[in-house]
Structures are given as structure tokens and as C-alpha cells.
């Protein structure tokens, strides 16, 4: 299949350019229609400057930086709000009670204490789909319906389910809409999914591929060497079809996976948002 270059977004890029939308920015939306609706209809909202940004920044080739976002409280929220410059956050949902209401406490929290600022945009990761397409796409609506601005995907096995990935977001779903504010991220962590990694990362519309090291080391029993091998072979996959690649990284590693083309990091603490950024030139 053809490497695809669609990436590109002159509009989206012009926007970021002049600070995002006008007007006020809304955090949450009543929930559109009944759980397991295919296309959720209210999701999040395209008038938040920071949800306009990532996408502007990816479609432009940048790197974006997030951090895991700690407890699920409105507290830990407000303390998040403190941490800039930042992309995003990274909110897991992928184990335990799918708490949703948790999850909007962790948001009024960081908005309320960002004060002018706009709140960080939210990732939420939840269970895979391989559990249930039917509750993937519910728990998908939920999330985008409470206002994040894309849905994380682990344990992506096979091009079915990234198609799916993609097609729950609806129509706002970037880049099968080069307008579209939300994104797909889909972690490949198993080695079925290492054995499909190209037929997973051309689907059609898939925002953003990551390899999940901490499962794939268990996959490996611990070897590290066929771990950062696997790593690689994501990375090649993502690079071919320019596709934007993920991976998670800390302060001592961060410039390197910079260097290799890696554009989705999950920084494992502050300082190594700070040293990703040094290292990509922001």
C-alpha cells in the first residue's frame, strides 16, 4: 500500500496561528444521544483553542507532549492545570470501573484552577476493543460526550479494529476530516499486533500509532532487546505511511526518541516534557 500524505492542514495550521477559535470555551456536553450510537453526537468541542492545537500541531509535522494524569480527583486536575506548557493529558480508563463521572471532576478541577488559560486537552484511554466492539464504541461516546479530545485504544490487534477506532469518533474524527478536532490513538501491544503493524497503521483516518512498552516487555519476558526492537518496528510502520508514532519516554530518553521520529510522547514526568520540547526545538 502507498504511504499516504494527507497530513497536511494549511487551515488548521493557520488557525493554531491565530490563537484558535474566538469566543467562549465550553469543557463539557450533555451526552447527544443513547449509549452505543455508532457516531456519538456531541463531542469535543471544536471551539477550544488547546483541541484545535494538537491537531494543528500533528498535522504540521510537530511533536506533542503529554503526562499521565495521576490520581482520577479534582484535585490531582488542579494540580495538572499548574504544568505548562503541555499538550495533553493522558487519562486512564482501561482497568477498574469505567468512571466517567471521575473523570469530569478531573476536568472542572484543571479548568477551574487554569483560570484565562484554556485546561489541557484530556486523551482517555479505555478498555480494548477486543472486550467488546459494541461497549468500545459506547465507552468512546461516553468519553467524547464528557469532552475529551480523542480516545486511546490499547491492545489493537488487526486493521478491523482500527477501522473501528477511527469510525467511533464520528465525523470529527482527524485526518479522515482534515478539519476534524479529535483524534484516535491506537497502542499495538501484543504480538498479534506487531505481526499486522503496516495493514494497522495505513487503516484509513488513524490519527496516531504507539507501541505500549510496558505490556510488549511482558509479551517478551522482559527482554529489553526484542522490546526496542518491536518499538522499532511500530516506528518504521508509522514513518512509512506517515502516520504520527507514540511512545512513552522520560527525561534521560526523551531527546533520543525525538531523534528517531517519535511525535507522540507520554512523558513520565514533568521534566521530561521540558526536555522533549528543548529537544524538538519549542
Given at each position: ?151 486511546v485504544y490499547p491492545h489493537v490487534e488487526t486493521p478491523e479494529e482500527a477501522a473501528l477506532a477511527v469510525d467511533a469518533l464520528g465525523d470529527a474524527a ?109
Amino acid at each position: 500500500m502507498a504511504a499516504r500524505n494527507t497530513r497536511s492542514n494549511p487551515s488548521l495550521r493557520t488557525l493554531w496561528l491565530l490563537g484558535g477559535v474566538t469566543g467562549s470555551i465550553v469543557l463539557f456536553h450533555g451526552c447527544g444521544g443513547e449509549p452505543g450510537e455508532s457516531e456519538p453526537e456531541m463531542m469535543a468541542d471544536p471551539g477550544n483553542p488547546a483541541n484545535v492545537q494538537i491537531v494543528a500541531r500533528l498535522a504540521a509535522g510537530d511533536a506533542i507532549f503529554g503526562l499521565f494524569s495521576g490520581d482520577h480527583t479534582a484535585e490531582a486536575g488542579a494540580a495538572m492545570a499548574a504544568t505548562r506548557p503541555l499538550d495533553f493529558v493522558f487519562y486512564s480508563l482501561e482497568s477498574g470501573p469505567f468512571d466517567i463521572p471521575a473523570l469530569e471532576s478531573y476536568a472542572a478541577g484543571m479548568s477551574e484552577a487554569s483560570g484565562h488559560q484554556s485546561p489541557h486537552p484530556m486523551l482517555l484511554r479505555i478498555p480494548p476493543i477486543r472486550d467488546g466492539h459494541d461497549e468500545a464504541r459506547d465507552r468512546a461516546a461516553q468519553g467524547l460526550a464528557a469532552g475529551v479530545a480523542g480516545i486511546v485504544y490499547p491492545h489493537v490487534e488487526t486493521p478491523e479494529e482500527a477501522a473501528l477506532a477511527v469510525d467511533a469518533l464520528g465525523d470529527a474524527a482527524w485526518p479522515g476530516n482534515p478539519d476534524g478536532h479529535l483524534i484516535s490513538l491506537l497502542l499495538i501491544e501484543d504480538q498479534i499486533g506487531i505481526d499486522n503493524v503496516r495493514e494497522i497503521v495505513s487503516t484509513p483516518g488513524v490519527s496516531a500509532v504507539s507501541p505500549g512498552p510496558g505490556d510488549l516487555r511482558r509479551v517478551y519476558d522482559g527482554d529489553m532487546e526484542k522490546v526496542e526492537e518491536a518499538i522499532q518496528i511500530v516506528l518504521a510502520a508509522c514513518l512509512e505511511f506517515d502516520v504520527p508514532c507514540g511512545v512513552t519516554a522520560n527525561a534521560d530518553d526523551v531527546g533520543m526518541r525525538i531523534e528517531q521520529g517519535f511525535r507522540v510522547i507520554i512523558a513520565t514526568q514533568p521534566q521530561a516534557v521540558a526536555a522533549g520540547m528543548a529537544a524538538a526545538g519549542r
